[in-house]
């Protein structure tokens, strides 16, 4: 379970300066919930400050752009793939005295038609009063910043087995400064769910016809984008010519997938 400890400032001044702690877990939340079934996940939420603390908690859209990147949505705006409709949190406002802890429902009730992968987030942020004089020393003064810790979440039915994906454009990008050798490959989700992408290399001796494996990287790749991944020999190789490739699992009971490439080392 992740843990995430924020130390964050409210600014009403440059020279004032108020710190606020709080703790959230799990900042990522993977659901998996079925068509027409409803799934509850706990959130704890610690004050660690030495004041009684407002909190609330609010649902936020984002979507993803083409290269793999979350994208935050302007005030009022839904993406395409939204939960909102979905999630209900419970209580989505509540106080903590100093060193205390409350648990909260994130609630997902996918209707009958939901088929398909959905993500969102949540805000977690002490709640601030805005008083008519709060407001007048805002503007004077500069910006009033709100610490918030942000809990991911995603949907991906059980019973949607539209999985697929590709590797391909397998390329060395190491440099004269570097020790080892490295690489990149690109992963494109071509299916209709969030995937955990778990790439590693492989080479093979061309004289010798020795194999090795090298670690995995794992990357959650959107459906529609795509991700550069890195890779990377470890060790230096003795003189030879090799077949380098890089093979991509996914999982699901989809075969392996791979690109590959020749290199000689000197």
Not at 116 to 131: F, Y
Request: aromatic share 8%; no cysteine.
């Amino acid at each position: 379970m992740k843990r995430i400890i924020v130390q964050a400032l409210i600014m009403l001044i440059s020279t004032f300066i108020f710190a606020q702690d709080f703790e959230v877990s799990p900042v990522e939340i993977k659901f998996e919930a079925s068509v027409g079934e409803t799934v509850i996940k706990k959130v704890s939420i610690r004050n660690y400050s030495s004041t009684r603390q407002q909190f609330s908690a609010v649902y936020y859209d984002y979507e993803i752009d083409e290269n793999g990147k979350k994208v935050p949505l302007k005030n009022g705006e839904t993406s395409k793939h939204t939960m909102k409709d979905w999630i209900n949190i419970s209580p989505s406002f509540f106080e903590l005295n100093p060193n205390e802890e409350r648990i909260i429902d994130v609630t997902l009730s996918v209707p009958h038609d939901g088929t398909g992968a959905r993500w969102g987030k949540i805000g977690i942020q002490p709640a601030v009063e805005q008083t008519a004089s709060n407001v007048d020393k805002t503007v004077a003064t500069g910006v009033l910043v709100v610490p918030r810790i942000t809990i991911w979440l995603t949907q991906s039915p059980k019973g949607n087995s539209n999985y697929s994906a590709t590797i391909k454009d397998l390329v060395e990008t190491t440099t004269a400064n570097d020790t080892i050798r490295k690489f990149t490959a690109l992963v494109t989700n071509t299916g209709g769910n969030i995937i955990e992408a778990k790439v590693f290399l492989t080479i093979a001796n061309l004289m010798s016809a020795s194999e090795k494996k090298y670690p995995t990287n794992t990357q959650k790749i959107y459906p529609g984008s795509s991700k550069t991944i890195e890779l990377r020999i470890p060790e230096k190789l003795s003189p030879g010519r090799y077949v380098v490739a890089a093979i991509l699992d996914y999982g699901h009971r989809k075969p392996l997938e791979g690109t590959q490439i020749i290199i000689e080392q000197k």
